[in-house]
């Protein structure tokens, strides 16, 4: 049995190096705040500073242009939740219904997903700014919510998703029992789909809270920007970037890597949470053989 | 019921077996049609409309591509697109995979539930966030991992940030910021293979090995079909990455490194959309003949009808 | 297995471009205009209450905040943005989706000059140049004489200007006094001293500095200071780049002389680790005058009393002293807004009142807010001995060959011949490529590439 020690050796070593090769510069990325600007060129990468630079740079973050970085989050959580919603109630029984119903155009509709998906965006931001601006959209939440709530990659997993664990014979049977398209969907359909709900609720989440083209695009004023295109504000205000930025600023590297830790949290405690649901979750859809 | 519906297709009454939904379908991907049709079919045909005219509206047929073909930056930025796509989908087909088979075999679950945790850490770090990691983590005098920088002959930033470097980093940063939510989905779809059938295959004799290559990979190939469809097409349409680290690394990467950026300047710099449209069509075509040789290799449409 | 739909549509796009080959095709030339811009603007119907927006950067945020108290009844929208930093093109990208909506536009921006190069044409055949000609009415021409001599040509096209410079950063010779009174060496006046006193630091004090020229802008340190005519506007759309010019090759000698012998390095300024390695090393610095607060005060925390500037060299034998200028901004008034009067009133204010200018946070354009700039002691504490004199004189040297062009002298610079510095190159080895892709953007935003 050496062989399967090597083995193990082997495998062990590559998730090891991978856990570094994931896990190290967001290490880097935590430790930050906790020392002033000078001290993370000077000192060890990786060495822990004091919490009373975390204070201080948490204090000039939010003297930011009045604490325009509460602003920036509450916006992103509008978007993304409010694309969320309208995004799992068009991309479930959609998917559900490529899979597993027949109708003319399906196989265009697939077609014309996959290929709009692979549009790229800079083609598309015009277009769709004439959109909003003639249905004079342009400055409210709904020209960022309604484009986000467009999610393709939604349909097609929640699409692959029954196509591959939902057994049509389970279908033949509910229609046999005389039970309309409607109630099957809700009754079979919907509390088997539970996983990959969660899956693309999950994905769509972090997909819009990282959002940076549109938004940045679109939108005419700072306070309505979302978190991400606010770092980008930020960035260009830090002098090490900016060198010409900065009179009276307090805004450097340590601070920028405090509002990178707060932009992410709400997507790292949403992913610590729903794991459970996005994996084990997806078991109970294999009735199938 | 829309121009779905209207679109000619072959007469398929034969085939519409009771018990096949109905007029549920159309129903049910109604809202979902009309998302597509607003956001997705309509600005992709104003962009190919604006491809093939000038900016007076006429048409001009293929000059539009013969101009951006021409202009200097094309080819190089094509020559990198290229570069950084090859790297990109290597990695992350091949270790996605085979990291999802390993935390599915015989792992204590919770070590695996951690591990899937923090390589997905990255994942939440997009955009302005993941080119702040990387700028000081690719520069020697800040590097946490200084010491290997050093042993590959890097001295200083710019060396680092050496043109012929940049397909590589870009598709280490994209990787890492990718990979982790690829593998929940690559395990989410192993799990989903009934245990019985690995539990055959074992009494058959079946190494870890061979299971996964004769059973567990065959049965999730959708996914990595679909999983590499859409990473070339994020792949083709990299952005956000060089646009900021040409900020954060004061103008040692080109603005006009990817075909996106370029067709972003083109757009928005030269007020040329038409020419910005065009290039983006040559990126969809790209990413078409690639998806379609995909899709049809695959069989991804089919529904299982056994 | 097979995707017919894949296979139609490809078909149907074939067919598309078949018909393309056989029909008739109109250019796709993208030029808009056709060579002069109108000289006059249409303005939209005006209301003196109507409330204005003004786009600033954060830096310039407290100025604009300040205007709104100091007026309380002018009804202000203030939205901040990255102000085109490092050449970023959030302004020119919104103005582009506004042209195409009809609305939005902001009355007052505050901008990089490169911005000016476009926004003083229309981005499209029907709509209008986004900036108001400001001498057009807006400001009097005595406002306008009052500005530091050669500070408003990044602002001028066909004879209009189209915008007020908020501050000039005109290129002076930086040096620590403290490190140069230790050593014995006089302050040199002539590129051949600096030369030959670079030289000698490297050998007798190695590890001193005399420049880095591995930052974005440095070519404008040294370049645009020695005359090269890397981008010489000849005529509106006439660029002349000639790098075989004896003042490039002079100074790419001279800078290769340098870094050779070690007192000038290829890393940049602004590097993020230069203040780490280097900070405490540099000896002399050919930079604008911005450098004396945000780079030794800020990025390095030189103590006071040690850094200070002298003024702009020149070529030995050159009778007039001429000097390169880094960066510097300005205000746009939009030709779209409802409310002129309130916005040229807040652009005149910002850049012209003693008001704002006496604290701003960079030198003023504008010659008497600069006077009451250098008489605040707070813009000169921090420095050895005076500078008003050579900030002053500097700021009316600036050579005017080194065009506002519609490109970003950056990019060549830094995604080229920077590079190539890095792979062990010389300066002199480079100029050749150097030239070549400034000439290839040039063509590319439509000018005319000579080479006299």
Redesign the interface.
Same mark, same amino acid.
Request: charged letters at 10%; proline letters at 6%; a neutral charge.
């Given at each position: 049995m050496t062989r399967r020690a090597v083995t193990f050796l082997v495998?062990g070593l590559?998730?090891a190096l991978?856990?570094v090769?994931?896990?190290? !510069?967001?290490l880097?990325?935590l430790l930050?705040p906790t020392k002033t600007a000078?001290e993370?060129?000077?000192d060890s990468?990786?060495a822990f500073g004091s919490f009373g630079n975390v204070v201080r740079a948490w204090q000039h973050l939010t003297g930011?242009?009045n604490g325009v970085l509460f602003t920036w989050l509450r916006n992103s959580a509008v978007y993304s939740i409010g694309a969320l919603i309208?995004t799992l109630? %068009?991309?479930i !029984?959609?998917g559900?219904?490529? #899979?597993? %119903?027949?109708? *003319?155009?399906?196989?265009?509709?697939?077609?014309? %997903?996959? +290929?709009?998906?692979?549009?790229?965006?800079? #083609?598309?931001?015009?277009?769709?700014?004439?959109?909003l601006?003639l249905a004079g959209l342009?400055?409210t939440v709904w020209s960022i919510i309604?484009?986000f709530?467009?999610y393709?990659?939604g349909?097609?997993l929640v699409y +692959?998703y029954f196509? %591959?664990?939902l057994p *049509?014979d389970l279908?033949?049977a509910a *229609?046999?029992d005389g039970a309309t398209?409607?109630q099957i969907?809700a009754r079979v359909g919907l509390p088997l789909a539970k996983?990959v709900v969660g899956?693309v609720a999950f994905?769509s989440f972090?997909g819009n809270w990282?959002n940076?083209?549109l938004p940045?695009?679109v939108l005419?004023?700072?306070?309505q920007f979302p978190i /991400?295109v606010g770092?980008?504000?930020?960035?260009?205000?830090t002098?090490?970037?900016?060198?010409?930025?900065? #009179?009276?600023?307090d805004i450097t590297?340590p601070e920028?890597?405090l509002a990178?830790i707060i #932009?992410?949290l709400p997507?790292?405690v949403l992913?610590?949470f729903s /794991? *459970?649901t996005?994996?084990?979750g997806?078991?109970a859809?294999?009735t199938?053989? | 019921m829309t121009t779905l519906v209207a679109a000619p297709d072959r007469p398929r009454g034969r085939r519409r077996r009771s018990g096949e939904g109905g007029f549920s379908g159309p129903l049910f991907v109604s809202g979902y049609v009309i998302l597509l049709l607003a956001f997705g079919v309509l600005p992709t045909l104003y962009a190919v409309y604006l491809a093939f005219t000038n900016v007076r509206g006429q048409f001009t047929g293929i000059n539009q591509f013969t101009r951006v073909f021409q202009d200097f930056r094309f080819g190089p930025a094509f020559v990198n697109i290229v570069a950084y796509l090859v790297i990109w989908l290597v990695l992350i087909v091949v270790l996605t995979v085979a990291v999802a088979v390993v935390l599915r075999g015989r792992m204590p679950a919770r070590l695996s539930t951690t591990l899937r945790f923090l390589y997905y850490i990255p994942g939440a770090l997009a955009g302005v966030a993941s080119i702040l990691v990387w700028l000081f983590m690719l520069d020697p005098s800040v590097s946490p991992v200084n010491w290997l920088l050093k042993a590959l002959g890097f001295g200083t930033f710019a060396q680092v940030l050496a043109p012929g470097h940049l397909s590589l980093i870009f598709a280490l940063i994209a990787f890492w910021t990718g990979a982790g939510g690829w593998i929940v989905v690559m395990y989410g779809a192993l799990d989903n293979i009934s245990t019985e059938v690995l539990e055959a295959a074992r009494i058959d004799g079946a190494g870890p090995w061979r299971t996964a290559i004769h059973i567990q990979i065959p049965m999730i190939r959708k996914w990595i079909v679909y999983m590499a469809i859409l990473a070339f097409a994020a792949g083709t349409q990299l952005f956000v990455e060089p646009q900021l680290l040409q900020t954060a690394s004061l103008g040692r990467v080109s603005p006009t490194w990817s075909p996106n950026q370029l067709a972003y300047v083109y757009a928005f710099q030269r007020g040329d959309f038409n020419g910005a449209a065009a290039i983006s069509l040559v990126l969809l075509v790209l990413g078409l003949i690639v998806a379609g040789l995909l899709v049809t290799r695959s069989g991804l449409f089919k529904v299982d009808e056994q | 297995m097979k995707s017919p739909r894949f296979f139609r549509t490809a078909a149907a796009l074939a067919t598309v471009g078949a018909l393309a080959v056989v029909g008739g095709c109109a250019s796709a030339d993208p030029t808009t205009t056709s060579g002069s811009a109108p000289s006059s603007f249409t303005a939209a119907p005006q209301d003196d209450s109507a409330p204005i927006t003004v786009w600033t950067d954060s830096t310039r945020l407290p100025s604009v905040q300040a205007y709104q108290h100091a007026h309380p009844n002018v009804k202000m929208n203030i939205v901040t943005f990255d102000g085109s930093a490092d050449g970023s093109t959030y302004l020119q990208t919104k103005v582009q989706l506004f042209d195409r909506t009809n609305s939005g536009w902001p009355d007052v921006v505050f901008a990089s000059p490169t911005d000016v190069t476009w926004a003083a044409e229309p981005t499209s055949p029907t709509a209008q140049a986004f900036a108001a000609p400001v001498d057009e009415g807006m400001v009097p021409k005595s406002t306008l004489d009052n500005f530091a001599q050669g500070s408003l040509t990044p602002c001028q096209f066909n004879g209009h200007t189209y915008c007020l410079r908020n501050d000039i950063a005109q290129v002076v010779l930086w040096y620590n006094k403290t490190l140069l009174d230790q050593w014995g060496y006089q302050v040199p006046t002539t590129w051949e001293q600096y030369q030959q006193l670079g030289e000698q630091i490297a050998r007798d004090h190695p590890g001193y500095l005399v420049g880095a020229i591995g930052d974005t802008n440095s070519q404008e340190s040294y370049f645009w200071s020695a005359q090269c005519p890397a981008q010489q506007l000849t005529g509106p759309n006439t660029l002349r780049v000639d790098m075989a010019d004896s003042h490039c090759t002079k100074m790419a000698g001279l800078l290769d002389t340098l870094v050779k012998a070690g007192s000038v390095t290829t890393q940049g300024f602004f590097g993020q680790s230069f203040a780490k390695t280097y900070g405490s090393k540099v000896a002399m610095a050919v930079g604008p005058s911005w450098y004396g607060q945000y780079l030794f005060n800020s990025a390095f925390k030189t103590p006071a009393g040690q850094i200070t500037a002298a003024a702009p060299l020149k070529w030995q034998g050159d009778t007039r002293t001429v000097t390169g200028n880094v960066g510097g901004g300005v205000w746009m008034i939009s030709s779209h807004s409802k409310n002129l009067k309130a916005s040229t009133a807040v652009a005149e204010w910002l850049t012209t009142s003693n008001d704002n200018l006496t604290n701003a946070p960079t030198y003023p354009a504008y010659s008497p807010g600069a006077a009451a700039w250098l008489a605040n002691p707070a813009n000169k504490d921090y420095f050895a001995t005076d500078v008003t004199s050579v900030f002053q004189q500097a700021a009316n040297e600036v050579w005017s060959g080194w065009g506002n062009t519609k490109f970003s002298d950056a990019t060549s610079w830094s995604s080229v011949v920077l590079p190539a510095l890095t792979s062990g190159k010389t300066l002199a080895q480079t100029l050749p490529a150097w030239g070549n892709e400034i000439a290839n953007e040039a063509k590319s935003v439509g000018y005319t590439v000579t080479t006299k």
């Amino acid at each position: 049995m050496t062989r399967r020690a090597v083995t193990f050796l082997v495998v062990g070593l590559v998730l090891a190096l991978l856990l570094v090769f994931f896990v190290l !510069p967001a290490l880097w990325l935590l430790l930050a705040p906790t020392k002033t600007a000078s001290e993370l060129v000077s000192d060890s990468p990786l060495a822990f500073g004091s919490f009373g630079n975390v204070v201080r740079a948490w204090q000039h973050l939010t003297g930011f242009e009045n604490g325009v970085l509460f602003t920036w989050l509450r916006n992103s959580a509008v978007y993304s939740i409010g694309a969320l919603i309208l995004t799992l109630v %068009t991309s479930i !029984p959609a998917g559900y219904a490529l #899979a597993l %119903t027949k109708f *003319r155009g399906r196989k265009l509709l697939l077609t014309v %997903t996959l +290929i709009v998906m692979i549009m790229p965006s800079a #083609a598309l931001v015009l277009p769709i700014f004439l959109e909003l601006n003639l249905a004079g959209l342009v400055g409210t939440v709904w020209s960022i919510i309604l484009p986000f709530s467009f999610y393709p990659f939604g349909v097609y997993l929640v699409y +692959i998703y029954f196509a %591959t664990s939902l057994p *049509r014979d389970l279908l033949s049977a509910a *229609r046999l029992d005389g039970a309309t398209e409607w109630q099957i969907f809700a009754r079979v359909g919907l509390p088997l789909a539970k996983p990959v709900v969660g899956l693309v609720a999950f994905f769509s989440f972090v997909g819009n809270w990282n959002n940076f083209f549109l938004p940045y695009l679109v939108l005419p004023g700072s306070d309505q920007f979302p978190i /991400q295109v606010g770092l980008n504000q930020l960035l260009s205000s830090t002098p090490s970037f900016n060198p010409v930025a900065g #009179a009276g600023l307090d805004i450097t590297s340590p601070e920028l890597a405090l509002a990178v830790i707060i #932009a992410i949290l709400p997507v790292l405690v949403l992913f610590l949470f729903s /794991q *459970r649901t996005l994996v084990s979750g997806m078991l109970a859809g294999s009735t199938k053989e | 019921m829309t121009t779905l519906v209207a679109a000619p297709d072959r007469p398929r009454g034969r085939r519409r077996r009771s018990g096949e939904g109905g007029f549920s379908g159309p129903l049910f991907v109604s809202g979902y049609v009309i998302l597509l049709l607003a956001f997705g079919v309509l600005p992709t045909l104003y962009a190919v409309y604006l491809a093939f005219t000038n900016v007076r509206g006429q048409f001009t047929g293929i000059n539009q591509f013969t101009r951006v073909f021409q202009d200097f930056r094309f080819g190089p930025a094509f020559v990198n697109i290229v570069a950084y796509l090859v790297i990109w989908l290597v990695l992350i087909v091949v270790l996605t995979v085979a990291v999802a088979v390993v935390l599915r075999g015989r792992m204590p679950a919770r070590l695996s539930t951690t591990l899937r945790f923090l390589y997905y850490i990255p994942g939440a770090l997009a955009g302005v966030a993941s080119i702040l990691v990387w700028l000081f983590m690719l520069d020697p005098s800040v590097s946490p991992v200084n010491w290997l920088l050093k042993a590959l002959g890097f001295g200083t930033f710019a060396q680092v940030l050496a043109p012929g470097h940049l397909s590589l980093i870009f598709a280490l940063i994209a990787f890492w910021t990718g990979a982790g939510g690829w593998i929940v989905v690559m395990y989410g779809a192993l799990d989903n293979i009934s245990t019985e059938v690995l539990e055959a295959a074992r009494i058959d004799g079946a190494g870890p090995w061979r299971t996964a290559i004769h059973i567990q990979i065959p049965m999730i190939r959708k996914w990595i079909v679909y999983m590499a469809i859409l990473a070339f097409a994020a792949g083709t349409q990299l952005f956000v990455e060089p646009q900021l680290l040409q900020t954060a690394s004061l103008g040692r990467v080109s603005p006009t490194w990817s075909p996106n950026q370029l067709a972003y300047v083109y757009a928005f710099q030269r007020g040329d959309f038409n020419g910005a449209a065009a290039i983006s069509l040559v990126l969809l075509v790209l990413g078409l003949i690639v998806a379609g040789l995909l899709v049809t290799r695959s069989g991804l449409f089919k529904v299982d009808e056994q | 297995m097979k995707s017919p739909r894949f296979f139609r549509t490809a078909a149907a796009l074939a067919t598309v471009g078949a018909l393309a080959v056989v029909g008739g095709c109109a250019s796709a030339d993208p030029t808009t205009t056709s060579g002069s811009a109108p000289s006059s603007f249409t303005a939209a119907p005006q209301d003196d209450s109507a409330p204005i927006t003004v786009w600033t950067d954060s830096t310039r945020l407290p100025s604009v905040q300040a205007y709104q108290h100091a007026h309380p009844n002018v009804k202000m929208n203030i939205v901040t943005f990255d102000g085109s930093a490092d050449g970023s093109t959030y302004l020119q990208t919104k103005v582009q989706l506004f042209d195409r909506t009809n609305s939005g536009w902001p009355d007052v921006v505050f901008a990089s000059p490169t911005d000016v190069t476009w926004a003083a044409e229309p981005t499209s055949p029907t709509a209008q140049a986004f900036a108001a000609p400001v001498d057009e009415g807006m400001v009097p021409k005595s406002t306008l004489d009052n500005f530091a001599q050669g500070s408003l040509t990044p602002c001028q096209f066909n004879g209009h200007t189209y915008c007020l410079r908020n501050d000039i950063a005109q290129v002076v010779l930086w040096y620590n006094k403290t490190l140069l009174d230790q050593w014995g060496y006089q302050v040199p006046t002539t590129w051949e001293q600096y030369q030959q006193l670079g030289e000698q630091i490297a050998r007798d004090h190695p590890g001193y500095l005399v420049g880095a020229i591995g930052d974005t802008n440095s070519q404008e340190s040294y370049f645009w200071s020695a005359q090269c005519p890397a981008q010489q506007l000849t005529g509106p759309n006439t660029l002349r780049v000639d790098m075989a010019d004896s003042h490039c090759t002079k100074m790419a000698g001279l800078l290769d002389t340098l870094v050779k012998a070690g007192s000038v390095t290829t890393q940049g300024f602004f590097g993020q680790s230069f203040a780490k390695t280097y900070g405490s090393k540099v000896a002399m610095a050919v930079g604008p005058s911005w450098y004396g607060q945000y780079l030794f005060n800020s990025a390095f925390k030189t103590p006071a009393g040690q850094i200070t500037a002298a003024a702009p060299l020149k070529w030995q034998g050159d009778t007039r002293t001429v000097t390169g200028n880094v960066g510097g901004g300005v205000w746009m008034i939009s030709s779209h807004s409802k409310n002129l009067k309130a916005s040229t009133a807040v652009a005149e204010w910002l850049t012209t009142s003693n008001d704002n200018l006496t604290n701003a946070p960079t030198y003023p354009a504008y010659s008497p807010g600069a006077a009451a700039w250098l008489a605040n002691p707070a813009n000169k504490d921090y420095f050895a001995t005076d500078v008003t004199s050579v900030f002053q004189q500097a700021a009316n040297e600036v050579w005017s060959g080194w065009g506002n062009t519609k490109f970003s002298d950056a990019t060549s610079w830094s995604s080229v011949v920077l590079p190539a510095l890095t792979s062990g190159k010389t300066l002199a080895q480079t100029l050749p490529a150097w030239g070549n892709e400034i000439a290839n953007e040039a063509k590319s935003v439509g000018y005319t590439v000579t080479t006299k």
